[in-house]
């Protein structure tokens, strides 16, 4: 069939073994057009926006676009397997659309999951374990450095030093960790790497006249977070 409206799709053994665990994350750079962005890192939360061409309305509730999960509206498919999904495939335009209404005036983002074939009986078992690690941490200043440029800056500016060489001193010695701290929150707040491991199982097959898939999957992401 000649296909006239712009429509990108992608396969989801292409999107399988991606590290992460949110697939609509992984779609960016990989169908033209799209941009998922995730605005937050909220723990055991990994869930972003969608939008299609960029943004094109005032209001953020009605510019992102639709997610339909087998032919069914969803809020978002942040939680879907990535071994279930057999393709994604996106809507870009109002010919793309216009089976969906103003329902799908800023795009449209299909998802359709792995159902049962016409074949023997199949049974799939994936299994990986992987390290995650921050790309780069930000390196802070220690309370003594801290404290002895704000002196510098405030003199600069006309004013006095607002540490006295006793603060200074308890700062850089730590002998008075109550009083004059010095705690490296990073690193008490931050893991260097933590694992991440995902198992899948599924079975699939059928006759002409049953057809089934089935799978059940674990996956547990510890996150960076001590």
Same mark, same amino acid.
């Given at each position: ?128 374990? =992987?390290?995650?690690?921050?790309? /780069?941490?930000?390196?802070?200043? *220690?309370?003594? +450095?801290?404290?002895? #440029? @704000? !002196? ?52 699939? =097959?059928?006759?002409?006249?049953? /057809?089934?898939?089935?799978?059940? *999957?674990?996956? +547990?992401?510890?996150? #960076? @977070? !001590?």
């Amino acid at each position: 069939d000649l296909i006239t409206s712009p429509v990108s799709s992608v396969g989801g053994w292409q999107l399988e073994y991606l590290p992460g665990i949110n697939r609509t994350n992984l779609l960016n750079g990989r169908v033209t057009g799209f941009l998922g962005i995730q605005h937050d890192g909220e723990l055991g939360i990994e869930s972003n926006s969608m939008y299609i061409r960029g943004l094109r309305s005032i209001s953020s509730d009605s510019r992102q676009a639709a997610i339909l999960v087998d032919g069914y509206v969803r809020k978002d498919a942040n939680r879907i397997s990535p071994a279930d999904i057999e393709s994604v495939t996106i809507l870009k335009d109002a010919a793309a659309t216009a089976l969906y209404g103003l329902r799908g005036a800023n795009g449209v983002v299909l998802i359709t999951t792995k159902h049962g074939r016409i074949q023997p009986l199949t049974v799939s078992i994936d299994a990986g374990v =992987g390290f995650q690690a921050p790309t /780069r941490l930000p390196k802070y200043l *220690g309370s003594y +450095d801290y404290a002895r #440029l @704000y !002196n510098e800056a405030a003199v600069n500016d006309g004013g006095s030093p607002k540490y006295d060489q006793y603060a200074l001193d308890s700062y850089l010695s730590g002998d008075d960790p109550y009083n004059y701290p010095d705690v490296d929150w990073m690193d008490r707040f931050m893991k260097k790497s933590s694992v991440v491991q995902r198992y899948n199982v599924s079975v699939r =097959g059928g006759t002409e006249r049953v /057809r089934y898939y089935a799978s059940v *999957g674990y996956v +547990d992401n510890s996150g #960076l @977070y !001590n």
